[in-house]
């Protein structure tokens, strides 16, 4: 195997698992779920490399846009 394809396969399995590393949490925490099931969307992430992420990122806008408008209530409660 040629070296240029072992560093494409180690740079898509490092962006594969930072896709999932940072987008499970987020999906774990998460109420409002595209779909409303979260196993399938955990096992997409998983199992088809980065096309799961780019899809989760895609059907939840709010990983990019969170809605602050929950933070600034809790504080708002919590700072009377």
Not at 21 to 36: C, E, H, I, K
Not at 59 to 80: I, N, T
Request: with cysteine; charged share 20%; aromatic share 16%.
């Amino acid at each position: 195997m040629d070296a240029e394809w072992i560093i494409r396969i180690v740079l898509f399995g490092l962006v594969h698992w930072t896709l999932v590393g940072l987008l499970l949490p987020d999906l774990a925490s998460g109420t409002n779920v595209f779909g409303g099931r979260k196993l399938p969307w955990v096992l997409a992430m998983l199992f088809i490399p980065c096309l799961g992420s780019i899809f989760f990122l895609l059907f939840h806008p709010h990983v990019f846009y969170p809605d602050h408008s929950r933070e600034e209530d809790y504080r708002d409660k919590h700072d009377k």
